[in-house]
């Protein structure tokens, strides 16, 4: 069974740095995609950035592009997101999830708790 712990999530003020972290186990880590994906209040999860298993490459939603960074450690079965110059509208509970991209991940339901991201003032 799919297990996924996230962590890292923090009260923020606007123009902060925050790095999360997503520790994956039942899954052949270092072979599988992964996403981040975040929840705000009131509205559906929303995908962020995705890596491909080996870490070659990645990608972003553009409200996120030049300012997140995913990466992993394999060696870990973790998975990270870094998060620069935080905006208010980053604010959401952010879960990390297997696949790359968003039609990848809508038949996922294996939910981890979350992190909570608050950016505010």
């Known amino acids: 069974q799919v297990e996924l712990v996230e962590s890292g999530g923090a009260l923020a003020q606007p123009g902060d740095d925050l790095r999360l972290s997503c520790v994956a186990s039942g899954l052949t880590f270092d072979t599988q995609a992964m996403s981040w994906v975040r929840q705000a209040p009131g509205k559906g999860r929303e995908w962020v950035a995705g890596i491909y298993s080996d870490g070659s490459d990645a990608f972003y939603a553009d409200d996120v592009k030049d300012r997140f960074t995913i990466s992993r450690n394999n060696a870990k079965n973790t998975v990270y997101l870094q998060m620069n110059m935080l905006k208010p509208e980053d604010t959401a509970r952010y879960y990390c999830?297997?696949?790359?991209?968003?039609?990848?991940?809508?038949?996922?339901?294996?939910w981890g708790q979350g992190t909570q991201v608050t950016v505010s003032k």
């Open positions: 999830a297997p696949g790359l991209l968003p039609n990848h991940i809508t038949s996922f339901n294996t």
